[in-house]
């Protein structure tokens, strides 16, 4: 009963995409006034988005090639509290709702850069994150992250966003957030359940498999 109504839930979600996600606040973005608004997010996300992955740190997301509207959603979650994180909030604090559609616009627009992490994990810790990201385990109630990242887990609309290139401690921090309850700001909190269905390992797993995969060097092969 558990996997149907999170099969239903997940379904019903990307079919219904425009409805939720925070479109009531989206707007149109500047590209150009994006870039400068974007001048205090280089610290830490890189001049080409890119991020940073921190050992044992505080890793920063890749924000280049995300949704627009996702990015903007984000940053008007931290703004209302409803999603939290010391460095963020008083960033987006400082963002007006059109900065924020322009900021979001810039980043959009980026090419999706290379991730790093996960280049210690073996051939077995690979393939099980392969396997959670692709086909999941039903024995242990674990829905695939393609079911609703897409395909090539490279993002579906403004709900989920793409995890393939990203980097792998920032998803591990992500899904270690869900799992303890510290976020919970998507719909239906389809991601707190299945986080707490995973390991450690299985965490560790995907995060390296999935910051393994290069969306780049796939983009520069089709040019």
């Known amino acids: 009963m558990m996997i149907s109504k999170c099969i239903i839930s997940g379904l019903g979600l990307l079919l219904g995409l425009g409805l939720v996600g925070g479109k009531a606040e989206?707007?149109?973005?500047n590209v150009e006034r994006g870039e400068t608004a974007a001048g205090t997010c280089v610290a830490c996300h890189q001049a080409d988005g890119s991020g940073m992955n921190v050992p044992d740190?505080?890793?920063?997301?890749?924000?280049?090639g995300l949704d627009?509207?996702?990015i903007a959603k984000q940053l008007h979650d931290f703004k209302a509290g409803r999603r939290h994180n010391a460095s963020m909030q008083p960033f987006a604090n400082m963002l007006d709702d059109q900065q924020i559609a322009d900021v979001a616009a810039y980043y959009g627009?980026?090419?999706?850069?290379?991730a790093q992490g996960g280049g210690d994990a073996d051939e077995a810790l690979l393939s099980r994150?392969?396997?959670l990201a692709l086909r999941g385990d039903w024995n242990q109630y674990?829905?695939?992250?393609?079911?609703?990242?897409g395909p090539r887990n490279e993002g579906a609309g403004d709900?989920?966003?793409?995890i393939t290139s990203q980097h792998a401690g920032y998803i591990e921090s992500q899904l270690h957030a869900w799992q303890a309850g510290e976020r919970n700001n998507d719909p239906q909190n389809l991601m707190g359940a299945i986080a707490k269905r995973m390991?450690?390992?299985d965490i560790r797993a995907v995060s390296a498999w999935l910051a393994n995969q290069s969306v780049a060097s796939e983009q520069g092969e089709s040019q």
């Open 109 to 114: 627009e980026m090419p999706v850069t290379a």
């Open 159 to 162: 709900t989920f966003p793409g």
């Open 57 to 64: 740190g505080e890793s920063w997301p890749r924000l280049a």
């Open 129 to 131: 994150g392969e396997q």
């Open 142 to 149: 674990i829905v695939s992250c393609k079911s609703c990242h």
């Open 199 to 201: 390991s450690d390992d």
């Open 68 to 70: 627009a509207d996702y």
């Open 26 to 29: 989206a707007q149109e973005g």
